[in-house]
């Protein structure tokens, strides 16, 4: 059974930082691009960003780029956002998502399994 | 602004059918990428509905149907039950000027009455 379980959210101050992890279960890790997929609070779904099996591509939304990093630990089946130069718009609950077909990301990447999600609140 | 476009809400009755437009550019769905649909009940994840236009995973009833024409794609569904009542998200593939992106709609609301 696939399993994504996010951590590491919580209140930080405008400018701040912080770093999410995702801990994948289920399936073969490294075979799969992953992405963190956020929703602001009663907003609708907005892509982050999206890193390559290999971790050797990543991709960016044009809103966190500069301030934000995707990375993964093939080797403890875990995805990482380190979140820099945090701002009040950023607040939002933020999904890793797994893509349906191994390689990628492509122009064919859909999401077929979710994690529950971890709030991040930006706020003095 | 979302890049993908989405009514805000559409509502029905049981038993009724309803449709949700998405309505991209010719920098995504124009473009011939494929559209996937979102079902989001209220305080879960996302989950896959639809993928590729017009396919549906494992475990998704025949009730929910998926098509795509030009710079648009739809999802309908048929014979509505009050567990369909949630929202719901199209996705595709955008390959604008400041690189890959991949996009959302907005968001439907759906109300079953």
């Known amino acids: ?124 | 602004q979302s890049v993908l476009t989405q009514p805000p809400s559409v509502s029905g009755a049981p038993g009724q059918r309803v449709t949700i437009s998405c309505t991209g550019s010719s920098s995504n769905i124009g473009a011939g990428y494929d559209v996937h649909w979102y079902q989001q009940l209220p305080g879960t994840a996302p989950k896959l509905l639809i993928y590729g236009n017009s396919n549906r995973p494992s475990g998704v009833p025949d009730r929910f149907s998926g098509s795509k024409s030009g710079t648009s794609a739809s999802l309908a569904i048929t014979g509505l039950q009050a567990e369909d009542e949630a929202d719901y998200y199209c996705q595709s593939y955008d390959s604008s000027l400041s690189g890959p992106h991949w996009v959302f709609g907005g968001g439907t609301k759906l109300t079953v009455l």
Not at chain 1, 99 to 117: A, K, V
């Open chain 1, 1 to 124: 059974e696939v399993q994504l379980l996010e951590s590491g959210g919580g209140l930080v101050q405008p400018g701040g930082s912080l770093r999410l992890s995702c801990a994948a279960s289920g399936f073969t890790f490294s075979s799969y691009a992953m992405s963190w997929v956020r929703q602001a609070p009663g907003k609708g779904l907005e892509w982050v960003s999206a890193i390559s099996g290999s971790g050797g591509s990543t991709y960016y939304a044009d809103s966190v780029k500069g301030r934000f990093t995707i990375s993964r630990d093939n080797s403890k089946n875990t995805l990482y956002l380190q979140m820099n130069s945090l701002r009040a718009e950023d607040t939002a609950v933020y999904y890793c998502a797994k893509d349906l077909l191994g390689g990628g990301p492509g122009d064919s990447t859909l999401f077929d399994y979710w994690g529950q999600g971890t709030l991040v609140t930006v706020s003095s």
